[in-house]
């Protein structure tokens, strides 16, 4: 017979938002598993398809959820002709807890128009959610135009990199016969206060941030506090659920940022995956606390009801 688990809990060894959930399984008392990875160290997995018999590091086991990060943190960078390592750990760990019912993995059943950060944006606004005044272009034109009229941000329409002022974008973009490579999202200044709020489940928690950077993410000085809710505005909250509930999400973190007139929090992107280590630190613990808890005792057929 198999060993079970309450939670399977995998990613990269040096992942904080994993340490941090673990942590949170000890302090719990729930029975986990953890699986990390690393450039110096890799598990022994099998996974016979036909069978659904998983076994890690020689022992065939099941768990009642999982939870799974795509590791980012290894410190070797690729070789010329190198497979990608951890998106094929990432997809075996994945296909086999998403493949076996009555696992609950978060967002199992998300529409991958989710992904897009371009949908989003349109689908938060068709909801009644404001969003900023938003351009995807790669024309100088009409980047030209839109700085002559807006103090603007600049950020990739696939992620990957911070948000820049407008006009550096401008200045340092590869410009050929007036086009850029690749279009890029440009977007009205916003100000501070930021928010971030979390889906675990149905339950909301959100965290306000404060920085004198334009991207406060590369730097360690942001002041992040839980608040209510309802500080993103009245119906917000709601209106985040049901949009997540019609695209099959039910872990995820929102941003938001103020506009710089009026202090309305404006919506900025929705994040499938998100780290959250340094939010849940803030709250000393209960973001980590109330995502275990819905892990564990959520049915997969609960999920599947909804």
């Given at each position: ?47 016979n ?55 609950l ?29 938003t ?10 135009q ?9 950020k ?55 920085s004198?950077?334009l ?5 360690p ?56 280590a ?23 057929s ?5």
């Amino acid at each position: 017979m198999p060993s079970r688990f309450d939670l399977l809990l995998f990613g990269g060894a040096r992942d904080p938002s994993i340490i941090c959930l673990h942590n949170a399984a000890i302090r719990n008392n729930i029975s986990c598993l953890l699986i990390t990875h690393d450039e110096s160290e890799e598990p022994s997995a099998s996974w016979n398809v036909e069978t659904g018999s998983l076994v890690i590091n020689g022992q065939e086991v099941s768990s009642n959820a999982a939870f799974l990060r795509y590791d980012v943190f290894s410190t070797r960078k690729p070789q010329a002709g190198d497979l990608d390592r951890a998106f094929g750990w990432y997809s075996t760990l994945y296909g086999a807890c998403t493949a076996t019912l009555g696992v609950l993995v978060p967002n199992k059943r998300m529409d991958a128009r989710a992904n897009n950060k371009l949908f989003m944006l349109a689908s938060a606004q068709s909801g009644g959610i404001p969003i900023p005044n938003t351009l995807v272009t790669n024309d100088k034109g009409t980047l030209d135009q839109f700085c002559e009229t807006n103090l603007g941000v600049a950020k990739p329409v696939g992620g990957g990199a911070y948000c820049i002022d407008v006009k550096e974008a401008n200045n340092d973009a590869d410009w050929s016969n007036n086009k850029a490579p690749i279009p890029a999202i440009i977007q009205e200044r916003l100000a501070y206060p930021e928010y971030r709020i979390f889906r675990f489940g149905k339950s909301l928690m959100t965290f306000q941030i404060e920085s004198e950077h334009l991207d406060y993410r590369p730097y360690p000085d942001a002041k992040i506090v839980m608040v209510d809710n309802d500080i993103l505005g009245k119906g917000v909250p709601e209106k985040l659920l049901a949009m997540s509930d019609a695209l099959g999400i039910d872990f995820f973190a929102c941003d938001f940022k103020s506009h710089a007139d009026s202090g309305t929090p404006m919506f900025l992107e929705l994040n499938s995956g998100p780290m959250f280590a340094a939010y849940d630190a803030s709250a000393k613990g209960k973001l980590s606390d109330g995502m275990i808890k819905w892990l564990v005792t959520e049915t997969e057929s609960a999920t599947e009801a909804e």
